[in-house]
């Protein structure tokens, strides 16, 4: 009876693993009835929003000889961009960096000593408007203020997008309809149909300047050196096939 009992969990045994084993096969040796596309989709825009800075600074022996020049020039600076157009409420001026400067002087036996030579006071301008070819303007004539007595350092305009949201949701359909119809081209010419999408992910949206040859990279390019831009995106769909 023991021996009767012991052949019956063999014999289950053998005949569950085959079941397993047979199972396995099957299941590796069977075709994948999906196809996987990438859809992709472009659009080229133009900035509406345009940040530009600058910067001015005076030098003197003393911190309140310094300032005064510095305010004066901030209100020679503040009347021109006003006089250009710009609105007033654009015009944002920083607060006042004071820098203690020094020369290192080697009197005759080699030893170096620091002398004093006054106080260097810089403060920063900026201006952020959607008034995007005013403000660019601007930006190129501002040495037009070196004959007003101001020197006025002046940085790259940045140029930025607001609507990049919107702009996003409206590739992600057209980069997912893009797929889409690579898909059942691909199936319709292999003699099969497509069924339903089963995954989608989205790749890295890049933002590079139109006939630029800005490389992408693969945390996304943001382009700001540029007004006229060119958005990109791709997403990869996986779809069953009947």
Do not use: C
């Amino acid at each position: 009876m023991k021996n009767t009992f012991a052949t019956i969990i063999i014999a289950l045994a053998i005949i569950i693993s085959t079941s397993i084993l047979a199972g396995a096969w099957k299941k590796s040796h069977q075709t994948h009835n999906s196809i996987n596309v990438t859809g992709m989709a472009s659009r080229d825009f133009e900035s509406d929003l345009i940040v530009w800075s600058g910067s001015f600074q005076r030098k003197e022996m003393t911190t309140k000889e310094a300032f005064e020049k510095l305010k004066s020039d901030m209100a020679t600076i503040k009347q021109y961009l006003v006089g250009k157009g710009i609105a007033e409420k654009e015009i944002v001026f920083s607060a006042v960096i004071i820098n203690k400067e020094f020369d290192h002087i080697k009197n005759n036996d080699k030893l170096e000593t620091n002398v004093f030579t006054g106080f260097n006071l810089t403060q920063h301008v900026n201006i952020e408007s959607k008034s995007v070819n005013k403000v660019e303007q601007v930006s190129r004539e501002v040495t037009e203020l070196i004959d007003k007595g101001v020197e006025f350092y002046s940085d790259a305009p940045r140029y930025y997008y607001t609507k990049l949201a919107d702009l996003k949701i409206e590739m992600l359909a057209s980069a997912t309809k893009d797929g889409r119809t690579r898909a059942e081209n691909i199936a319709e010419n292999a003699g099969g149909k497509i069924d339903h999408l089963s995954s989608a992910d989205m790749g890295i949206f890049q933002i590079t300047g139109q006939n630029s040859s800005e490389d992408y990279s693969w945390g996304g390019t943001f382009n700001t050196s540029s007004k006229n831009k060119t958005a990109s995106i791709t997403v990869k769909l996986d779809f069953s096939l009947n």
